[in-house]
T-cell receptor
Framework: NAGVTQTPKFQVLKTGQSMTLQCAQD?????MSWYRQDPGMGLRLIHY???????DQGEVPNGYNVSRSTTEDFPLRLLSAAPSQTSVYFC?????????????FGQGTRLTVV | TQLLEQSPQFLSIQEGENLTVYCNSS?????LQWYRQEPGEGPVLLVT?????EVKKLKRLTFQFGDARKDSSLHITAAQPGDTGLYLC???????????FGTGTSLTVIP
């Protein structure tokens, strides 16, 4: 049972470099999201998707792009990395039922921008 | 501005003590979840509450959703060292299952 798989686990970037954080889920969930976690701030929503081909911005979208070409994959792209983007990034997939909802998280990507 | 405020931010207690963590907002949520996160891992769901006034129990953990669906609390009875971790509340809203997380409560239970 893979659940949500994120790669890489660790990454160091130089300011101005670009990279893509990968996220894949095998639970056939419609909803997928990206969060960043910073000390004392909890998790903040970057972008989310309600299904293949549909994405929208969350609380802190600036500097990040996403796409959702398939149900399974939801990559996060940093176009020009900045030190302020140093953080731990979590991808999540979720379902929604009348009894509530639950988000399943990957193990995270720890990104350092120098 | 954080949509959900959690208190306290840090809590250090002795084994066997009781504790309560609060999660407050001025916004209404369709459901509210409590997660627990271990170092180096993603959050893992403990419980989901959906109905205003709902109370759910999970062994020594009791979760309550406020009548107006704006706030919640987590009460732990007779805390154990295994309860140590970061506790996060998250409110769900919108059509896209957007989760808005609280700032987190870091709990340490001392043996």
């Amino acid at each position: 049972n893979a659940g949500v798989t994120q790669t890489p686990k660790f990454q160091v970037l130089k300011t101005g470099q670009s990279m893509t954080l990968q996220c894949a889920q095998d639970m056939n969930h419609e909803y997928m999201s990206w969060y960043r976690q910073d000390p004392g701030m909890g998790l903040r929503l970057i972008h989310y998707s309600v299904g293949a081909g549909i994405t929208d911005q969350g609380e802190v979208p600036n500097g990040y792009n996403v796409s959702r070409s398939t149900t399974e994959d939801f990559p996060l792209r940093l176009l020009s990395a900045a030190p302020s983007q140093t953080s731990v990034y979590f991808c999540a997939s979720s379902y929604s039922e009348s009894t509530g909802t639950e988000a399943f998280f990957g193990q995270g990507t720890r990104l350092t921008v120098v | 501005t954080q949509l959900l405020e959690q208190s306290p931010q840090f809590l250090s207690i002795q084994e066997g003590e009781n504790l309560t963590v609060y999660c407050n907002s001025s916004s209404v949520f369709s459901s509210l979840q409590w997660y627990r996160q271990e170092p180096g891992e993603g959050p893992v769901l403990l419980v989901t509450v959906v109905t205003g006034g709902e109370v759910k129990k999970l062994k020594r953990l009791t979760f309550q959703f406020g009548d107006a669906r704006k706030d919640s609390s987590l009460h732990i009875t007779a805390a154990q060292p295994g309860d140590t971790g970061l506790y996060l509340c998250a409110g769900a809203m919108g059509t896209g299952n957007q989760f808005y997380f609280g700032t987190g409560t870091s709990l340490t239970v001392i043996p």
